[in-house]
């Protein structure tokens, strides 16, 4: 592995980076080593788990697919 550093620019969004702020602030650490982490964590996971596996971290519903999820999970009835 190779010891050399480069930058990274990439564009998240101000929520996202208002957690890595607090988080590296909780925990005391740099956030070019949480980012770096999180980047490894993430490929080697691509690599190693199958597509179905991976869910996403957000997930953006329709009001009515919402709605029907949010009734499944109350009276345990789901489909399949």
Do not use: C, H, W
């Amino acid at each position: 592995m190779s010891t050399g550093m480069t930058q990274l620019s990439a564009a998240i969004t101000a929520e996202t980076k208002e957690k890595l702020d607090r988080f590296t602030d909780e925990f005391g650490l740099k956030k070019n080593f949480v980012v770096e982490q999180a980047l490894l964590y993430f490929m080697e996971a691509r690599r190693a788990l199958p597509d179905e596996a991976l869910v996403p971290a957000r997930l953006v519903l329709e009001n009515r697919a919402f709605d029907a999820v949010v009734d499944a999970v109350v009276t345990g009835r789901g489909r399949g």
